[in-house]
């Protein structure tokens, strides 16, 4: 019966879908956890896109020293 348990602790023919499953379940409860703090920086304090991290990115007059050479 022992040496059973440890063979079957040692199989390694699921690890590979298991640790997948494991780590989408890990990032998704972050991704939940977090999601106020993340949609704040994302897209502002308002939420319409103005002074966020994309609207900094996103925003034409950035690049236009690079569209004007």
């Given amino acids: ?3 059973k348990l440890i063979a079957y602790l040692k199989d390694e023919t ?3 879908s298991t640790e997948y499953i494991l780590l989408v379940a890990v990032v998704a ?3 939940i956890k977090f999601k106020g703090a993340i949609v ?3 897209f502002g304090e308002g939420g319409d896109g ?3 991290i ?3 990115v996103l925003n034409e007059s950035n690049f236009s020293d690079f569209a004007n050479p």
């Fill in 1 to 3: 019966m022992k040496d």
């Fill in 14 to 16: 699921g690890q590979t």
């Fill in 29 to 31: 409860t972050i991704v």
């Fill in 40 to 42: 704040k920086k994302l």
């Fill in 50 to 52: 103005n002074g966020g």
């Fill in 54 to 56: 994309l609207g900094t």
